[in-house]
């Protein structure tokens, strides 16, 4: 525990009474004294704060010109379609490997001049190489070392948020803005990894504990941990990168097709010059041999990452295997995510997963398992 990294915020875990954990090389809270389970409830029903100082954050300038410049550019990297985001918009994308799989996933968002991006903390050394390597000649990469980055998250998100930040009211999902505040400037997104209406909200390093303290002290917020953080974005059918997406993962396969806009798809203005674009491009037309699915496992016991998975109660070949599982707090059952051969991922399909020994039956369901609540 000792060679931890340490965010900022991490001085205000311990006195929050946090229960801490190693994740991502970094010391990270994984709850508070209320529990998974409260914590989890009450982002859904008021509103939750979240350290997320981990992830990388990450500017993207173009050597010239503007940040339709940088987006040519990074679309050499990414499969989305990134010339026609507006300024002051954010999109979701995917580092694609040259046999199709999935590096990473991550927000882009166009800031005017240049593009931010937000990358998972597992990964963020190798996407700033990454970055780097294949931008180079035409952007420069500067990863952001001097900045906090927070999630606020649930119902009441944006009333804690108004009080420091008015300009948070005007704000739809995937809007971005810059604004001064009391703890200086901040980067703000209507986004986050909940299905909840929210913010994520990069800080100054020197302000961070007090822009803390001063959400926290709006009476609907409470600090929320990494436990509670997994349960809302498996609820919300959302991936964990090295849990439900890697390497091998094509983002067809990840049923991420619709991150993949018109522009880039054959046919397209911009089809696409993306790594792994030709497995990709051919499973967008002619599918693909298994498939990320939602699963609603009957009774109460989960079933849990790596769950073997079959189409029969008795007998019969292996079809595939759970990513992602846990109790959902709030919709009061077990929810999973799996990959499963294609012809069983039918809504309604019964398969069966082997726990503890015993095969159990689970429903496919469409996903998410709790519909999302953004603000559009």
């Known amino acids: 525990m000792a060679d931890l990294m340490h965010t900022p915020l991490f001085g205000l875990h311990g006195e929050l009474g946090a229960k801490m954990t190693a994740f991502a090389g970094y010391d990270m809270p994984v709850q508070y004294p209320m529990g998974v389970l409260k914590e989890h409830l009450h982002c859904r029903a008021a509103a939750g704060l979240f350290d997320v100082s981990h992830m990388g954050q990450v500017i993207v300038s173009p050597l010239k010109g503007d940040a339709h410049d940088a987006a040519r550019a990074l679309e050499t990297l990414v499969p989305a379609d990134i010339l026609g985001l507006a300024e002051g918009r954010q999109r979701y994308g995917l580092f694609t490997n040259d046999t199709g799989g999935i590096l990473d996933d991550l927000m882009i968002a166009n800031r005017g001049d240049h593009l931010f991006l937000v990358v998972n903390a597992a990964c963020k050394a190798q996407d700033i190489a990454h970055l780097t390597d294949g931008l180079a000649g035409s952007c420069t990469v500067t990863p952001i070392e001097d900045r906090a980055l927070v999630a606020l998250q649930g119902p009441d998100a944006e009333a804690a948020l108004c009080g420091i930040a008015p300009i948070a009211a005007d704000m739809a ?65 959302l991936c964990l990168y090295g849990a439900d997406l890697d390497t091998a993962t094509s983002p067809i396969e990840a049923d991420l097709a619709w991150s993949i806009q018109k522009a880039r798809r054959t046919g397209g203005a911009r089809a696409g010059g993306f790594p792994g674009a030709e497995r990709i491009l051919h499973e ?87 519909p999302a609540t953004y603000k559009r």
């Open 284 to 370: 967008l037309s002619h599918g693909t041999a298994r498939r990320r699915i939602g699963l609603r496992p009957e009774g109460r016991a989960p079933m849990r990452a790596g769950t073997a998975l079959f189409a029969d109660e008795t007998g019969g070949a292996e079809i595939g295997r759970v990513t992602s599982g846990a109790w959902g707090p709030s919709v009061e059952a077990p929810v999973s995510m799996a990959y499963v051969a294609s012809g069983h991922e039918a809504p309604g399909t019964t398969i069966w997963g082997d726990v503890r020994g015993r095969r159990m039956p689970a429903a496919v369901t469409p996903m998410p398992f709790r």
């Open 173 to 237: 999902f995937m809007d971005v803005a810059v604004t001064d505040s009391a703890f200086g400037t901040l980067w703000i997104s209507r986004s986050g990894y909940t299905g909840e209406d929210g913010f994520e909200i990069s800080v100054p390093n020197s302000h961070a504990v007090e822009f803390a303290r001063a959400l926290l002290a709006h009476a609907s917020v409470v600090p929320i941990g990494l436990g509670a953080r997994d349960s809302l974005r498996l609820e919300a059918g």
